[in-house]
């Protein structure tokens, strides 16, 4: 008698009768936000937003019972590694956690592909941190279940940026028509890389404010300007800031300067104070994807527009959403 078992080579988990194996994301990686669409966006939103609705019903509910996640970080973390071992745990499932490789065999020399391949063989999906560029994509080759970047160096963070674009659409109802204007290091941060390219699906203008120094890379903004997206480059947040109806913030890398002189000069024109709030539409947010050092004074919090700890908080949602999508739930 054949038995409907999956071949050991396929990407796709055992799943029991009447799951959600015809889900877009059923059995795959999350490795970059050029697997999206607006279709997906859409989806992916929907279910978020029912996470969401059944957290705050419930707390947690049993929708990935038996499940296992094994988060893998090779690279700090607060919010990505935390909340999706909360996400995981509010679906019912339970989570290996390696949250400091150096506690692992990975000091003794271990791969990456080697590190995946034993891991899948206790968990049904691997979240991954890593410091290198391409380094989930890599890891995605060897693994036969799902693997989840959670940044992949200076490459991508698409469960960042998917959370960003869902803070967007819950806080402002909406994404076409908005200006973003994304401010700070624009050069090394992977959140903005992952966002504005998610941005090119809606009809958005997107402004650039950064020093010379860290601007957006040149390549990224041809592969946008082919979309047909509005963008602009400016060195001070003035000139865009009374149009801005998203102001995306984020931390200059005061590691990034060889002349600390520099970053001393530069410092000042990117801090996000109460007084730049007074120069600001009444409905804007800002956000940011934490952690925050000085680039956003904390008076600042208090102002009902600065979103970034709800942005935090609506990762979680996201984050629950990925898990039941790649899994077969949702
Ligand atoms: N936004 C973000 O990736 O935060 P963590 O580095 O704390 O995960």
């Not at 009447?18 to 669409?37: A, C, E, L, T």
């Not at 947690?60 to 038996?66: A, M, N, P, R, V």
């Given at each position: 008698m054949t038995k409907n078992i999956p071949p050991i080579n396929s990407k796709i988990p055992h799943l029991p009768f009447?799951?959600?194996?015809?889900?877009?994301?059923?059995?795959?990686?999350?490795?970059?936000?050029?697997?999206?669409?607006r279709e997906h966006l859409d989806y992916i939103f929907d279910v978020a937003h029912e996470m969401y609705e059944m957290v705050a019903r419930v707390?947690?509910?049993?929708?990935?019972?038996?499940k296992i996640l094994a988060s893998l970080f090779y690279e700090p973390s607060t919010r990505t590694s935390s909340s999706f071992t909360s996400a995981m745990e509010r679906l019912g499932g339970s989570v290996i956690p390696i949250n400091n490789v150096s506690y692992s065999s990975v000091t003794k020399g271990e791969s990456l592909p080697d590190t995946v391949r034993t891991l899948e063989a206790y968990a049904d999906v691997i979240v991954l941190r890593h410091p290198e560029v391409g380094s989930s994509a890599l890891a995605a080759k060897y693994a036969r279940k799902p693997i989840i970047n959670a940044g992949d160096g200076i490459g991508e963070h698409p469960t960042q940026a998917l959370l960003d674009l869902f803070t967007i659409h819950e806080e402002l109802g909406q994404v076409d028509g908005l200006t973003v204007t994304l401010m700070g290091d624009l050069k090394y941060g992977r959140t903005v890389h992952s966002l504005a390219r998610l941005l090119t699906l809606y009809d958005v203008k997107l402004n650039y404010v950064s020093p010379d120094l860290l601007s957006f890379p040149s390549e990224l903004f041809d592969e946008i300007a082919a979309t047909g997206i509005s963008q602009a480059s400016y060195q001070s947040l003035s000139p865009v800031l009374a149009d801005t109806d998203v102001l995306y913030v984020t931390r200059v890398q005061k590691e990034r300067f060889e002349d600390p002189v520099n970053h001393e000069a530069l410092k000042g024109a990117y801090v996000v104070t109460t007084d730049t709030m007074t120069d600001a539409k009444e409905k804007m947010i800002v956000m940011h994807p934490l952690p925050r050092v000085w680039e956003i004074d904390m008076a600042v919090d208090e102002d009902p527009r600065a979103a970034y700890f709800r942005q935090m908080a609506y990762g979680q949602y996201i984050r629950m959403a990925l898990l039941a999508m790649v899994l077969g739930k949702a």
């Open positions: 009447g799951d959600h194996q015809d889900s877009p994301f059923y059995g795959r990686d999350i490795i970059s936000v050029k697997q999206f669409n707390g947690s509910f049993d929708l990935l019972k038996g």
